[in-house]
């Protein structure tokens, strides 16, 4: 059981929680909901079966080559239809508008309540809103944030030389600058764009898909004064950042980390600290072990240890705190909060329960003592 200090940290992620168990239909989600030992283990279980037969390597190998063409079609098929806008982000990132009252449950005509992460027709509900149907459909709404990920194709996508050294880059003029990493259509960009209203602002994005950043760059909220957003490889060190290292204030990864290839992720950390500021910070939520995605998986889905492939091609990892601890302390960042998720989500129309598993974070780069 959380000690009380940890708990009132949680305090974030909702204020329901379920005490009466008559009670369980009355709202389409539950927050902090403990586990017995019997639903560990039951959970334990299935990523057990789930996971005895991996995919061969050549196999393996292909997704990792042509992870763009499956992330183009995607958005090929959806465009910016399947993910809900995340006005969450304000109450669980501060951060991200620190002029901001909380108190406030509208901002620039949006409502950033707890209901908009929980819709209870869909497995993938933080995100969307569509509804479980066929296998098909439920493993596309199982899909969260787009990643950048780390192929050799999109190594050829070329930016325009930045005269960094004069400080001639885009939101050179800033004084307070976000970068979100696999920013998909731009769910998370525009509310940010919408409800923080600093004039100094200045937020870059980016998405291993051209569609993706294609989509972004053509919606009719985008403000190239307040904005850029570019195509990038993430794990190719030759592919540059639009910005300098130490000019960026925050890093948003919001379901994003969990769709790289595991081995790839220490370096993908490494780089985006060396882009904060001191005093910055990387914001992270993602999936958790034992999430209802993970069970939800069928044998010969599996890559590796709690890494699968999605049937439309992409793929996700299932992470603990403690390696998500040791990816950011390992690259030189010290935490602020490492918690978990554990929400009981309801579909109130089917009778239905679903208990999902997310981790959340905030790591900061240290600041130099004074001497």
């Not at 949680?10 to 403990?34: K, Y």
Request: proline share 5%.
């Amino acid at each position: 059981m959380a000690a009380p200090s940890e708990a009132a940290k949680r305090r974030p992620f909702g204020t329901r929680f379920l005490t009466d168990p008559g009670r369980l239909f009355q709202h389409n989600a539950w927050d902090n909901v403990e586990w017995s030992e019997e639903q560990e283990a039951s959970a334990r279980s299935k990523v057990q079966q789930n996971s005895s037969q991996l995919l061969p390597q050549d196999k393996q190998e292909e997704y990792e080559v042509n992870a763009n063409r499956y992330w183009d079609d995607f958005y090929k098929i959806h465009e910016n239809g399947f993910f809900k806008d995340r006005h969450w982000l304000f109450t669980e990132f501060p951060e991200l508008a620190p002029n901001r009252n909380p108190s406030q449950n509208e901002v620039s005509g949006y409502k950033c309540s707890y209901e908009e992460e929980s819709n209870s027709e869909g497995l993938g509900s933080c995100e969307n809103g569509h509804s479980l149907g066929t296998r098909a459909e439920n493993e596309l709404n199982l899909i969260k944030s787009k990643p950048t990920f780390c192929t050799e194709e999109s190594a050829t996508q070329k930016h325009s030389e930045l005269n960094q050294s004069d400080g001639d880059y885009p939101g050179s003029s800033a004084t307070y600058r976000i970068l979100e990493v696999g920013c998909g259509a731009g769910n998370t960009v525009f509310p940010i764009l919408q409800t923080n209203n600093d004039p100094g602002l200045f937020v870059y994005c980016c998405d291993f898909s051209t569609i993706a950043v294609d989509l972004v760059q053509t919606n009719a909220e985008y403000d190239s004064s307040r904005c850029f957003a570019f195509v990038h490889d993430l794990c190719n060190d030759q592919s540059p950042f639009p910005m300098p290292e130490e000019s960026l204030d925050i890093v948003i990864l919001i379901f994003v980390l969990s769709a790289i290839l595991p081995e790839k992720m220490q370096c993908i950390v490494n780089r985006l600290s060396r882009l904060l500021k001191p005093g910055g910070m990387i914001l992270l939520r993602d999936y958790g072990r034992y999430d209802l995605a993970q069970l939800r998986f069928k044998k010969g889905q599996c890559l590796s240890d709690n890494f699968y492939v999605r049937g439309d091609g992409t793929r996700v990892y299932f992470f603990t705190q403690d390696e998500l601890d040791d990816l950011f302390t390992t690259a030189g960042l010290e935490k602020i909060q490492n918690l978990v998720d554990r929400r009981l989500q309801v579909n109130r129309g089917k009778q239905m329960t679903m208990y999902r598993v997310w981790i959340q974070c905030k790591y900061r780069k240290p600041v130099a003592s004074q001497l």
